[in-house]
């Protein structure tokens, strides 16, 4: 049974840095693309990043690239991404979700999804 369990949510001051995390004690995650889109209120869904199951290609959306970091330890079936430079913007839940490839990734088209994490961003 699939169980993707976010942490490292919370709230943080602009131009601070927070580090999510995702893992799965009873599933494989190896053979999936894995990533992080979030949601803010009122908007749609925003794929964020995501890493592809080999680890040796990611992806940013424009609004995220250079400020994140996503990485993967595929010994751990886990999950990473490092927030640095944190904006107002980026206020939203957070969601760690699987895909069988980048564009279904992009396209919102997850096989799983976790419970979601707030990070907030405000002085």
């Known amino acids: 049974q699939v169980q993707l369990v976010e942490s490292g949510g919370g709230l943080v001051q602009p131009g601070g840095s927070l580090r999510l995390s995702c893992v799965d004690s009873?599933?494989?995650?190896?053979?999936?693309?894995i990533g992080w889109f979030r949601q803010a209120p009122g908007k749609e869904r925003e794929a964020v990043s995501c890493i592809s199951s080999t680890n040796d290609q990611t992806w940013y959306s424009d609004s995220v690239e250079d400020r994140f970091t996503i990485s993967r330890d595929n010994a751990k079936n886990t999950a990473n991404l490092q927030m640095n430079s944190l904006k107002p913007e980026d206020t939203a839940v957070y969601y760690c979700a699987i895909a069988q490839s980048f564009h279904r990734f992009y396209r919102h088209e997850y096989l799983y999804r976790g419970q979601g994490t707030q990070i907030t961003v405000s002085s």
């Open positions: 009873g599933f494989r995650l190896d053979y999936y693309v």
